[in-house]
T-cell receptor, first 114, second 113 residues
Framework: GAGVSQSPSNKVTEKGKDVELRCDPI?????LYWYRQSLGQGLEFLIY????????KSGLPSDRFSAERTGGSVSTLTIQRTQQEDSAVYLC????????????FGPGTRLTVL | GDSVTQMEGPVTLSEEAFLTINCTYT??????LFWYVQYPGEGLQLLLK?????DKGSNKGFEATYRKETTSFHLEKGSVQVSDSAVYFC????????????FGKGTKLTVNP
């Protein structure tokens, strides 16, 4: 079946612009995660959605970052007033119900802030 | 907080050599442990996992045993191939809360023919 998909695959933006990154999880998966992969910080958790529960936003690095998940499926990660340190690969993952279930990762969105 | 420490490499081996990548963790409760692999130009894939002490995860000739007494989950393969060249990440998920993955920094493996 279809895996996790993300768009765009690459995004180049200018410092100060807003960007939106999209994630389509595997159908039927209730848990959705956003992670960030950068050279300096490795792989780090950003935000977690589970069904209709309030999201866990504890990993968001600043209030410029926000995310939503509509209809329990598609999720959008928004970064406002981008900075050069936001340059990274943003990964989305979904799992059937819980984090202990296998998390399946999308191919990522490579964000470059000039 | 929870953390994972793994040898960072890079590791360079010849084909058919034995591989060990060390991984230790610090966590409250009883974490599930994972090895993920990222092949060049590809996304993260689950390689193997173990959910309780003394469990052995295995896949594609790779093995790792969950050792609670040493808080370790070392990755091993008896005979590596060129196609195993990739970055390997050790990770854990703890009980409760958001059950997010906590990753080690990754180990880049290069296998030469």
């Amino acid at each position: 079946g279809a895996g996790v998909s993300q768009s765009p695959s690459n995004k180049v933006t200018e410092k100060g612009k807003d960007v939106e990154l999209r994630c389509d999880p595997i159908s039927g998966h209730t848990a959705l995660y956003w992670y960030r992969q950068s050279l300096g910080q490795g792989l780090e958790f950003l935000i977690y959605f589970q069904g209709n529960s309030a999201p866990d936003k504890s990993g968001l690095p600043s209030d410029r970052f926000s995310a939503e998940r509509t209809g329990g499926s598609v999720s959008t990660l928004t970064i406002q007033r981008t900075q050069q340190e936001d340059s990274a690969v943003y990964l989305c993952a979904s799992s059937l119900a819980r984090g202990r279930d296998t998390q399946y990762f999308g191919p990522g969105t490579r964000l470059t802030v000039l | 907080g929870d953390s994972v420490t793994q040898m960072e490499g890079p590791v360079t081996l010849s084909e058919e050599a034995f591989l060990t990548i060390n991984c230790t963790y610090t966590a409250t409760g009883y974490p599930s442990l994972f090895w993920y692999v990222q092949y060049p130009g590809e996304g993260l894939q689950l390689l193997l996992k173990a959910t309780k002490a003394d469990d052995k995860g295995s896949n594609k000739g790779f093995e790792a045993t969950y050792r609670k007494e040493t808080t370790s989950f070392h990755l091993e393969k008896g005979s590596v191939q060129v196609s195993d060249s990739a970055v390997y990440f050790c990770a854990l998920v703890t009980q409760g809360g958001s059950e997010k993955l906590v990753f080690g920094k990754g180990t880049k493996l290069t296998v030469n023919p």
